[in-house]
């Protein structure tokens, strides 16, 4: 039975890191398909950031910390500040129609997730 289970683990590793590679594939694309492309791409990642934290780490939140009122507010504060930086990324970016501030946003998200992940454990 056990073997069993590290079968399933490393096989399940395995399709994990396959899939991080799905991204080197993107580079062969020309830039109009690839413009389609990666709007939804964008997409899936901020609700998969968005999924982590309403699913996962807020919950986890309320049960380390003491005060619910203060999670409540370090939370919605967490919220105003991508607020306000996805509108100066919006104002900075105002005359350069390639770039699009949420792909900056989401990038800005996920440098902060993994820096407080790699802190955390």
């Known amino acids: 039975m056990e073997i069993n289970n590290a079968l399933y683990a490393i096989l399940s590793a395995c399709f994990v890191s396959t899939l991080s590679f799905v991204g080197v594939f993107l580079l062969y694309f020309k830039s109009n398909k690839l ?18 934290a309403f699913f996962q780490l807020v919950p986890e939140s ?15 504060g967490g919220f105003f500040v991508f607020f306000i930086l996805e509108q100066l990324l919006h104002i900075s970016h105002k005359n350069k129609k390639a770039i699009k501030p949420y792909g900056y946003l989401s990038l800005y998200a996920d440098g ?10």
């Not at 413009?35 to 982590?52: D, M, Q, R, V």
């Not at 049960?63 to 919605?76: C, D, G, N, Q």
């Not at 902060?112 to 454990?121: A, E, L, P």
């Open 112 to 121: 902060i997730h993994n820096f407080v992940d790699g802190i955390q454990h």
């Open 62 to 76: 309320y049960f380390h910390m003491e005060s619910a009122r203060l999670t409540s507010w370090l939370i919605l």
């Open 35 to 52: 413009s389609g492309i990666l709007n939804l791409l964008i997409c899936f990642a901020i609700g998969t950031l968005l999924g982590n």
